[in-house]
């Protein structure tokens, strides 16, 4: 066990709890509003499903690691033809305990766009913008002190090589260790958000699963839970936020019964993965690379991803019998990715008597295309940034050392032979007044409902293209405002 | 326009000299009395005399050297043949290639083999630049209609067009790296003047309105007038200091089809010719259909002009020519409307049908 | 809603691992299938019952005589989902191997 848990923090234990507000889920959405509404006065419950993690107490991208922190160890896929494999934070802090910790503001166009396309009203950028300040103040928002890793250099030089846009993103670190840069210490929802909360008098209840909301009409009268020992339980609120990320939110919903448009746009950004092996030593197996290159925005974005050893072999899997000879060389190797913006879809249906939902996703041609052209580049990318041999993540890949073989990359690529992946997950409860289009209404309001809310990605309409975090969690503390504002006005 | 450029050489060869960017880069080397001495490859003895014809109908030929050689580029003595013995500093401009063939293994034969042969002769027989003419087809389509090809791209050649001049590309490279000097230029669809009669068929569809606009015509293209063409090869010949470079050659920013369309409706309105209003939309669908069919033929060596073109049309093709203009110091100097003119113009003048 | 039984993967685990990595040891041969089936016992509901259908039928054809050979055949056929059974035994496998003894060679030798 990792220790004694902070105080307000305990494993769920009572049959029968009261609070003023449930918040279901820790994660970006759920740590920023527990802590705005904490601060406010408001009695808050957070449930947590997972357990509290230390950062320092796992080692990141372990096995060891997906199993305490992500959901079914890390193994979750979106049917479809290619499935698409992503991963979801399971713990106290979510998502955020895990991720690369890479902070993208969304971009104005994009803002205005959804602002737009969904009719979202009291959008205004520079409110947004002001609350972008406050949170890049919170959890630390910079860039990495000192000179770059190696495997950062190898896209920080190919790009300029190339003449593509390139730059190093922040992070939310601390770097205390008198700015040594591989002794950072990632500014989390457990380091940030969630102490401020329980700090302010949120209780956060760990491995306490929501199996479903009870409704009367349009209210949630309790949710029920199910304990560790295996008893029933349940939560009595006034009202409930649900933050439970963009899978397990629409989940919940539909196990509610919750009808509206709710689990039926899930929006990714599909990404393939090349390994790339260099002259000299330059994996550092507990880090990613901070630098992406932009060039290609919104559409196309690179960047790297981790490397230890067991991911390298993974990201030789698909091709395994001409490609596992490198494998002992991992530590010349780096893991690289290509991400795009997708024109197709997915769903999340929650199916009876099932736990977890079922999630597809379908590409479309130009996806599909789309990842091709996204590796080849990106295999050029490796080649101008020092790169020995690539060896692409899709069957019937050739190896890569010259621009040649660039160009039977291009025309051997099939995204039915790739390992897909997403690591963000969006859109499955788009936020807006578009009743057609939109589940929650401009402040995460579950339409039909009276009070329950969304507060996490699930609201993001669509994929951002960038990493979307910052997104999450900006929306998160303006919609958790709104109803402290509306709460205050009603007292008066 | 910092670029620091090279003299002009004592002779100048151009193979394909009597195809479409041939004629129009040998009229204007005509133009520049610098350009003592030119030596010129025809691929026959017919080819030969069409070639004499329109050297002598230039206004400054009289009295100037120009030298034809026959020979198919597709072997190999005849790029030796063509460099063997030219006077003083020597470039080369490389334009033979086959676009259209019947066979599918005529891409290999003439534009990998040929350019091969060339590239290797340049390097052993001293010339001072080569200048290859290639296309934007070793780099495929755009993936989405939102993307433009940037000055440095992978590889990803479409169809046996693609895979030769890709091929083509890799043997003017490799003899780079062995110490050749030279250069690579990119133009994708281009036109005007000295225009093959396939390009009067584009006029005419235009002019009838049936030019055949796939899904909403909002499919991305470059388009290069050959004079800008030529300014390209001219200024890739001449500056110092880039060799092993390749250079998209375009106008300024891509085109929709449907832009494209609309203005040389207008162009043909003021060359005073009636245009019906274009109406002939196709699905999608179609386009996926004739790329599909296309692809198998080629896959079975045979080649289906329209069915080639039409596949092609469903397609983006759109380059940015920043790094051309801040390396070459070229710019696009004829617009789209006003190269239309003057193609329609020089059509007109040849007797063409509209 | 009572837990189903794990999916039974280890027959099938065990004899790929063995063709994928001959030189891998028996004992960490073992201690990655034993891996592979705590994971595959933990994966999401609709993934577990695929999972365990693609199992229970190889398991079933692992047991005929010329077992393995027939399984190959049938992973070979282009069926949907089927390829991605060995494609999950393999890669949560295989992350093991290499996390837990990094220096592992192709064959699964250990250095």
């Known amino acids: ?492 | 326009m910092s670029a620091e450029h090279r003299t002009t050489p004592d002779t100048t060869v151009v193979t394909g000299a009597a195809g479409w960017l041939g004629r129009a880069l040998v009229h204007r080397l005509l133009d520049d009395p610098a350009r003592t001495s030119l030596r010129l490859l025809a691929h026959d003895t017919a080819e030969a005399t069409t070639l004499r014809a329109f050297v002598d109908a230039h206004p400054a030929s009289a009295g100037r050297a120009v030298e034809i050689v026959v020979g198919d580029i597709a072997r190999p003595d005849t790029a030796r043949r063509l460099l063997h013995a030219t006077r003083g500093v020597t470039d080369v401009v490389h334009t033979a290639g086959i676009i259209h063939p019947r066979r599918v293994r005529q891409f290999v034969e003439v534009n990998a083999g040929g350019t091969r042969h060339v590239a290797e002769a340049c390097r052993d027989l001293g010339v001072r630049r080569l200048v290859h003419a290639s296309s934007n087809s070793p780099f495929g389509t755009n993936p989405d209609h939102a993307d433009t090809f940037r000055a440095d791209e992978p590889y990803n050649p479409y169809l046996g067009y693609g895979i030769s001049k890709m091929q083509a590309e890799v043997a003017v490279l490799e003899n780079v790296a062995a110490g050749l000097d030279a250069t690579i230029v990119r133009p994708p669809w281009f036109y005007g003047p000295f225009q093959p009669p396939r390009q009067t068929t584009f006029f005419r569809m235009v002019r009838t309105g049936r030019f055949p606009v796939i899904g909403d015509g909002q499919q991305r293209r470059s388009m290069a007038y050959v004079g800008n063409i030529v300014d390209g090869i001219l200024a890739a010949e001449l500056v110092e200091g880039i060799s092993g470079r390749g250079y998209w050659i375009a106008d300024a920013t891509p085109y929709t089809v449907a832009e494209i369309v609309e203005t040389v409706g207008r162009a043909l309105t003021d060359e005073g010719l009636e245009v019906v209003p274009n109406s002939t939309r196709l699905p999608v669908l179609a386009a996926r259909v004739a790329e599909t069919a296309d692809r198998v033929l080629q896959a079975v060596g045979l080649y289906q002009q329209q069915l080639h073109v039409l596949g092609e049309m469903g397609h983006s093709i759109a380059c940015d020519v920043s790094r051309s203009t801040a390396e070459l110091g070229w710019v696009p100097k004829v617009s789209l409307h006003e190269g239309m003119r003057t193609s329609i113009r020089w059509c007109l003048d040849q007797g063409l049908e509209l | 809603m009572r837990p189903l039984p794990a999916p039974p993967v280890a027959p099938f685990a065990h004899r790929l691992l063995s063709d994928d990595l001959p030189d891998l040891a028996d004992d960490r041969r073992e201690a990655a299938v034993a891996f592979v089936e705590r994971r595959v016992a933990t994966l999401p509901s609709v993934m577990r019952l695929g999972v365990s259908v693609l199992a229970v039928v190889f398991r079933a054809i692992l047991a005929l005589p010329g077992g393995w050979r027939i399984a190959r055949a049938v992973l070979a056929l282009p069926l949907p989902f089927v390829p991605e059974y060995p494609r999950l035994v393999r890669s949560l496998a295989y992350a093991y191997v290499w996390e837990t003894w990094p220096t592992t060679s192709p064959t699964g030798a250990a250095r």
Not at chain 1, 167 to 189: C, F, I, K, L, N
Not at chain 1, 384 to 407: H, I, L, M, Q
Request: proline share 5%.
């Open chain 1, 1 to 492: 066990m990792s220790g004694a848990l902070p105080a307000g923090v305990q494993v769920l234990d009572d049959t029968t709890v009261e609070t003023d507000v449930l918040v279901i889920g820790s994660g970006a959405g759920g740590a920023t509003t527990a802590s705005v509404l904490a601060a406010a006065g408001i009695d808050v419950v957070i449930a947590e499903e997972g357990d509290w993690v230390e950062q320092g107490s796992v080692v990141p991208f372990s096995l060891d690691q997906m199993d305490r922190q992500y959901r079914a160890g890390g193994v979750t896929v979106a049917l479809g033809f290619p499935s698409i494999a992503y991963t979801e934070g399971r713990c106290a802090g979510g998502g955020t305990e895990v991720n690369s910790g890479l902070y993208w503001r969304p971009p104005g166009e994009l803002l205005e766009r959804w602002r737009h396309d969904f009719r979202i009203s009291d959008f205004a950028p520079d409110d947004l913008l002001a609350i972008a300040d406050e949170v890049e103040q919170a959890i630390n928002v910079r860039t990495v002190p000192a000179g770059h890793s190696a495997q950062s250099e190898v896209l920080r030089s190919g790009a300029a090589r190339l003449g593509w846009r390139h730059g190093e993103v922040p992070r939310w670190m601390t770097y205390p260790h008198g700015d040594d840069p591989a002794r950072g210490e990632r500014q989390s929802m457990t380091r940030t958000y969630l102490p401020r909360a329980l700090a302010s008098g949120a209780r956060l209840l760990t491995r306490c699963r929501i199996d479903r909301l009870v409704m009367d009409g349009g209210r949630a009268v309790e949710a029920r839970t199910t304990l560790d020992d295996g008893r029933s339980g349940r939560i009595r609120f006034r009202e409930v936020i649900v933050c439970a990320g963009a899978i397990h939110t629409p989940a919940l919903l539909q196990r509610s019964g919750i009808k509206g448009h709710i689990g039926r746009t899930l929006a990714v950004h599909p990404t393939v993965k090349l390994a790339a092996r260099f002259p000299e030593a330059i994996n550092v197996p507990d880090d990613v690379p901070v630098h992406q290159v932009k060039e290609f925005t919104p559409h196309l974005s690179f960047g790297g991803s981790a490397s230890n050893p067991g991911l390298v072999a993974l990201s030789l899997l698909d091709n395994w019998a001409s490609f596992r000879r490198a494998v002992t060389d991992w530590p010349r190797m780096s893991v690289y990715y290509a991400a795009i913006t997708s024109e197709g879809t997915g769903r999340v249906v929650s199916l009876p008597g099932m736990r977890d939902p079922l999630v597809t996703y379908r590409l479309t041609a130009r996806d599909k295309a789309l990842l091709g052209s996204g590796l080849a580049r990106l295999a050029l990318l490796m080649l101008e940034g020092g790169a020995e041999e690539v060896f692409p993540s899709f069957k019937g890949a050739p190896s890569v050392t010259s621009r040649r073989d660039v160009g039977t990359l291009s025309r051997s690529f099939s995204a039915s032979r790739a390992s897909v992946m997403t690591v963000h997950l969006c859109g499955t409860v788009p936020m807006g007044e578009v009743t057609e289009r939109c589940g929650a209404d401009s402040f995460g309001r579950v339409h039909g409902c009276t009070n329950v809310r969304v507060n996490d990605a699930s609201l993001l309409p669509t994929a951002p293209g960038v990493n979307p975090q910052a997104s999450v969690m900006m929306f998160a503390i303006r919609n958790a405002r709104h109803l402290v504002d509306q709460r205050s006005s009603h007292v008066r």
